[in-house]
């Protein structure tokens, strides 16, 4: 069956502009996750949804940084006036919904912010 | 709070060789531990997980790996290396405590097997 997929999958956005990254689950998985990964660096914890209801997100860096997945499917990354620090690889995870299920990644998208 | 320790950058080995990836962790309460591997512009591709019972867990492409609960490690093995494997692996951990809690992932070792 089809994993998750991201798109874009590479963006280069100009200091200061907005950006949409979006995040497609595999089919019938409650739970979503977003992690950034910065270069030479493991992923680390931005936010998590079980359904439409954002549970977690703790790990957003800012107020410019905000998720959405108003059907409990599809979500969305959007980061607000974007700044250098911003650039590294988003990358979107999904998985059934349980504390010991695997978690499945997608290709990620990477940001880089000129 | 939860922690993952990687503590080689880099790993060599010659192929045919076994390999060792090592990986130790911190958690309050008991750990579900997992290993993904990242080839370059990819995603991370699940390997295997170690959730409860048999300490020694078979994964994809023929790793396996061990926890150990007194040493606080759940180290990645494989007998026989093929060049193959040289990627990036990451060692992850999450803990049952607070339902379904987002992965703790640990800094990384590429792993570069040398033909």
């Known amino acids: 069956g089809a994993g998750v997929s991201q798109s874009p999958r590479y963006k280069v956005a100009k200091r200061g502009q907005d950006v949409a990254l979006r995040c497609d689950p595999i089919?019938?998985?409650?739970?979503l996750f977003w992690y950034q990964q910065a270069l030479g660096q493991g992923p680390e914890f931005l936010t998590y949804?079980?359904?439409?209801?954002?549970?977690?997100k703790s790990g957003l860096p800012s107020d410019r940084f905000f998720a959405e997945r108003p059907e409990g499917s599809v979500s969305t990354l959007k980061i607000q006036r974007t700044q250098q620090e911003d650039s590294a690889v988003y990358l979107c995870a999904s998985s059934p919904g349980l504390a010991a299920d695997t978690q499945y990644f997608g290709p990620g998208t990477r940001l880089t912010v000129l | 709070a939860q922690s993952v320790a990687q503590p080689e950058d880099q790993v060599n080995v010659a192929e045919g060789n076994p390999l060792t990836v090592k990986c130790t962790y911190s958690v309050s309460g008991n750990p579900y531990l997992f290993w993904y591997v990242q080839y370059p512009n990819r995603g991370l591709q699940f390997l295997l997980k170690?959730?409860?019972?048999?300490?020694l867990v078979k994964g994809s492409y023929g790793f396996e790996a061990e926890f150990n609960k007194s040493q606080t490690s759940f180290h990645l093995k494989k007998p026989s290396a093929l060049v193959s494997d040289s990627a990036l692996y990451f060692c992850?951990?999450?803990?049952?405590?607070?339902?379904?809690?987002?992965?703790?992932f640990g800094k990384g070792t590429r792993l570069s097997v040398i033909a």
């Open positions: 992850a951990v999450s803990t049952a405590l607070s339902g379904n809690t987002p992965l703790v």
């Open positions: 949804f079980q359904n439409e209801a954002q549970l977690d």
């Open positions: 170690y959730i409860t019972g048999d300490n």
């Open positions: 089919s019938g998985h409650v739970s």
